[in-house]
C-alpha cells in the first residue's frame, strides 16, 4: 500500500471513527458541540486538528463505563489502570477489538524478529494491566508457543528460562535487566541462555540501555510501543533489522505530534507530544487522546508507507524541573551508562532542605568496579549532567543490589520536596 493509499484509507476510517463516538459517546457528543464541531466537518486528515483534545481526565470523569460505545454484552474484555494517582482509566474490547489488537501485536513481535514456532517467555505482569495478556495474544497469534509466566518471582524465571529454553522474551527493559543480573548472582552465563530476540517496552528506555542488554546477553533487543488508553502494546513496533524506532500501525490509528505547552500541532521531524486517535476500535473509539508520550514523527524505513516513531525520551508529566532546568530520567540513564563503573540501576531523589530544590543520584556500582574508580565515576557523572543537563546534583554511588529492583514498571524519580522531614 503506498502512502496515498494509506491516507486515503485513514481518511475514510477517521471519518467514521469520528461520527461513531460522537453518535454513541455521550463525553465526545459534548465536547464536539461545546468546541462548535460536527463529525461533517471532518472533510481531509488536516481537519482533525479542529476537534477538541481528550485525556486521562476525561477517562476517570467518566468512571467505569461512560466511554464505552457498545452495550455491555458487546464488551468481550475490560482492562484498567491502577488508579495509583487517582480514579484509574478503563478500557473496554469488543471481540473484533481484540482480533486487531493480536494481529497489531503480531505484526509488532514479527517486526522485531520473533517467528512463528518459538516459544515465547512472556514476562509482562497479567491482570487488568494490559501488557500481559496484550502481548501474549499477539505472540499466540504469530503462531508462538507462550510461557505465560507474568511478572515478578525472578528466581522461578531463571529457572524456566534454563528449563524451557525459549527463543525470545517479553517484558520492560529495566525487568529484563533485573533478570540478567539475578543471572550473573546466580552463577549463569546471561550470553548462553537460549533467548534470541527481547521485545521490550511499557517504560521509556535509551539505546544506551539497548546495547547494556544486548552484549550482556548476546541478543537483538526491540521496542514495542501501546498504551492502556489507546489499545494496549502493539500500536507500534520496533524492526530488528533497523532497530530505528517503531513503525506505528496506520492503518488502525493516526498519529500527531503537538506543542505540550501551546497544543499546536507540530509537523513531522519536531519533537513534542505524542496523540492518537483510533480508527477501527468498536467498544472505545478515542479521539485526539493525549498520551503525555514525548517523541517526533519520522518518515517509515523498512515499510516505507507508515511513519515511525522516535524513541520515547520521557513523560510530560514526568518532567523534573530543577531550578529552572527541564530534565528527564532517561537523560540521566544515557549519561550514567557512559561512565565506566556505573551500572543501569540509579534512583533520584528530589528535596527541598531550603529553599532551593536539590537533585540526588543514587546509583549502583558495578560488580568489578573498584573504590578509586567509584570516586572517579561519582565525579565525572556530575561533571557530565552539569556539562548536558545544565543541573548541579549529588552523586550517591552505593554498592550493588542496594536499589530496590523493578518487577515491572521502574519507579525511578522520588519526589520529596513536599514531604515533612521524618
Not at 540501555?209 to 502494546?233: K, T, W
Not at 499546536?264 to 519533537?271: F, I, M, N, S
Not at 551500572?343 to 543514587?362: G, I, N, Y
Amino acid at each position: 500500500m503506498s502512502r496515498d493509499e494509506l491516507e486515503a484509507l485513514q481518511l475514510q476510517r477517521l471519518q467514521h471513527s469520528v461520527q461513531y463516538a460522537y453518535d454513541r459517546v455521550p463525553m465526545y457528543t459534548k465536547k464536539f458541540d461545546d468546541a462548535g464541531v460536527k463529525p461533517s466537518d471532518l472533510k481531509s486528515l488536516e481537519d482533525l486538528q479542529k476537534f477538541p483534545y481528550t485525556t486521562k481526565e476525561d477517562l476517570r470523569q467518566t468512571y467505569p463505563f461512560g466511554m464505552f460505545a457498545v452495550p455491555q454484552h458487546e464488551v468481550a474484555r475490560i482492562h484498567a489502570s491502577s488508579g495509583t494517582t487517582g480514579r484509574p482509566t478503563v478500557v473496554g474490547y469488543t471481540k473484533g477489538d481484540l482480533e486487531n489488537w493480536a494481529t497489531m501485536g503480531a505484526r509488532s513481535l514479527r517486526a522485531s524478529g520473533v517467528k512463528p514456532g518459538w516459544k515465547v517467555h512472556n514476562a509482562y505482569g497479567y491482570g487488568l494491566f494490559t501488557g500481559g495478556l496484550g502481548a501474549h495474544s499477539a505472540a499466540e497469534k504469530l503462531g508462538c508457543t507462550v510461557i505465560p509466566m507474568s511478572g515478578g518471582q525472578t528466581q522461578r524465571q531463571l529457572q524456566l528460562i534454563q528449563d524451557f529454553e525459549p527463543d525470545a522474551i517479553l517484558c520492560t527493559p529495566t525487568y529484563l535487566l533485573t533478570i540478567m543480573d539475578a543471572m550473573v548472582q546466580a552463577g549463569m552465563d546471561p550470553r548462553a541462555t537460549s533467548i534470541k530476540v527481547a521485545v521490550l517496552g511499557a517504560e521509556p528506555w535509551t539505546e544506551e540501555m539497548r546495547h547494556e542488554l544486548e552484549v550482556g546477553m548476546d541478543i537483538d533487543a526491540c521496542d514495542i510501543y501501546g498504551l492502556s488508553e489507546v489499545m494496549g502494546p502493539g500500536v507500534a513496533g520496533e524492526c530488528v533489522d533497523s532497530k530505528d524506532g517503531c513503525t506505528i500501525w496506520e492503518d488502525h490509528f493516526r498519529p500527531e505530534i503537538i506543542d505540550p505547552i501551546t497544543d499546536a500541532v507540530l509537523p513531522d521531524g519536531q519533537h513534542g507530544e505524542l496523540v492518537f486517535t483510533s480508527l477501527t476500535k468498536e467498544a472505545m473509539p478515542i479521539i485526539r487522546y493525549r498520551t503525555r508520550d514525548l517523541t517526533r514523527l519520522l518518515p517509515g524505513t523498512t515499510r516505507p508507507s507508515m511513519r515511525r516513531m522516535g524513541r520515547i525520551s520521557g513523560r510530560s508529566d514526568d518532567m523534573i524541573i530543577l531550578r529552572g532546568v527541564n530534565l528527564f530520567p532517561t537523560q540521566i540513564e544515557e549519561i550514567a551508562l557512559r561512565v565506566p563503573g556505573l551500572s543501569p540501576h540509579f534512583q533520584l531523589e528530589l528535596t527541598r532542605p531550603k529553599r532551593m530544590d536539590e537533585l540526588a543520584v543514587r546509583i549502583e556500582r558495578r560488580e568489578e568496579a573498584t573504590s578509586d574508580d567509584v570516586a572517579s565515576a561519582g565525579v565525572e557523572l556530575a561533571r557530565l549532567i552539569k556539562i548536558h543537563i545544565g543541573s548541579t546534583c549529588r552523586i550517591d554511588v552505593v554498592e550493588p543490589g542496594t536499589l530496590e529492583r523493578s518487577n515491572g514498571k521502574l519507579k525511578r524519580i522520588y519526589d520529596l520536596r513536599d514531604k515533612p522531614a521524618v
